[in-house]
């Protein structure tokens, strides 16, 4: 049963985000960075400098220039005390 109640959920939520992403309405990784980080008041050069990257790589990431590892956005995560959405 469990099984079956995972995959109907999983189901779901593809469809969900399948639908979400045709509609563009889910915010890119770079934009959920940014507003998390705008959340906590923490100003880019001081997010950038907790994370080992300068502020340039931070802008990069943020404006979807450049993709972080997932070390990067595991301590990311950390850092802004949130879960960041990968799509």
Not at 52 to 61: A, D, F, R
Request: proline content about 3%; aromatic content about 6%.
């Amino acid at each position: 049963f469990s099984i079956l109640v995972a995959i109907k959920y999983s189901d779901e939520i593809k469809d969900f985000a399948t639908n979400r992403l045709k509609d563009n309405t889910l915010p890119s990784l770079g934009e959920q960075i940014r507003k998390s980080r705008k959340t906590k008041n923490i100003s880019p050069e001081t997010f950038a400098s907790s994370i080992g990257l300068s502020l340039s790589q931070l802008k990069n990431i943020e404006n979807d220039k450049a993709t972080p590892t997932r070390d990067l956005i595991t301590e990311m995560e950390e850092k802004l005390e949130t879960e960041l959405v990968l799509y």
